[in-house]
């Protein structure tokens, strides 16, 4: 089954302390991204990749860091975690290709519930 | 700046008739894709329809249909004869022409059917 996959779904911290929501698709998708939703603001872009080792900002990318070593995995880093981050967060993948890219969905993971204290 | 404008935070519509979901968007480039995604108490979200801007045809999909006016810049999502299994949370997103990148959501509207 073609999916984007998140873990965990549910997550409660501590302000501080270092953690990693990971992300993984199967459909060989080139282009992945991450947002988090909040109440009244929608969805807003965090960071977006490309392709492997190719990785760039979005609108709210402060307190926030990511990679893409491998084509299927695209991990969230919180190096440092404040309570401004509680948030709802996805994980998103689409096909990239040129001219046509503007057409393509994304398709989405489960979503993160994440809580800093 | 603000791209996409959903200005109904929340909606009532009885089971079996029509409802209109307003959506405008805000762009300079001439290439834009526009999307529609249905997001239920569950938390998933789900896409329902696109539209893209070069598109002469309205789309469709089952019951959704997007009105699609270029010239306001709006996107109207159209969902006929409701379902109680409509009552959710709906976004209205862009993935921008030059920047193929970014992606931009509304604030959504929230659906209740009534039966």
């Known amino acids: 089954e073609a999916q984007v996959t998140q873990n965990p779904r549910y997550l409660i911290t501590v302000t501080g302390k270092k953690l990693t929501v990971t992300c993984s698709q199967n459909?060989?998708?080139?282009?992945m991204s991450w947002y988090r939703q909040d109440p009244g603001l929608g969805l807003r872009q965090i960071y977006y990749?490309?392709?492997?080792?190719?990785?760039d900002k979005g609108d709210v990318p402060e307190g926030y860091k990511v990679s893409r070593k491998e084509k299927r995995n695209f991990p969230l880093i919180l190096e440092s975690p404040s309570p401004n981050q509680t948030s709802l967060y996805f994980c998103?993948?689409?096909?990239?290709?040129?001219?046509?890219?503007?057409?393509?969905?994304?398709?989405f993971g489960n979503g993160t519930r994440l809580t800093v204290t | 700046a603000q791209k996409i404008t959903q200005t109904q935070p929340g909606m009532f519509v009885q089971e079996k008739e029509a409802v209109t979901l307003d959506c405008t968007y805000d762009?300079?480039?001439?290439?834009?894709?526009l999307f529609w995604y249905k997001q239920p108490s569950s938390g998933e979200m789900i896409f329902l329809i696109y539209?893209?801007?070069?598109?002469?045809q309205n789309a469709t999909e089952g019951r959704y249909s997007l009105n699609f006016q270029k010239a306001r810049k709006s996107a109207n999502l159209v969902i006929s004869a409701s379902q109680l299994g409509d009552s959710a949370m709906y976004f209205c997103?862009?993935?921008?022409?030059?920047?193929?990148?970014?992606?931009?959501f509304g604030s959504g509207t929230k659906l209740n059917v009534k039966p």
């Open positions: 998103a993948s689409s096909p990239f290709g040129g001219q046509s890219t503007y057409n393509s969905p994304l398709h």
């Open positions: 459909m060989n998708h080139e282009y």
């Open positions: 990749s490309m392709n492997v080792e190719v990785t």
């Open positions: 762009t300079s480039d001439p290439s834009y894709g």
């Open positions: 539209q893209g801007s070069y598109d002469q």
């Open positions: 997103a862009m993935r921008g022409g030059y920047n193929f990148n970014k992606f931009y």
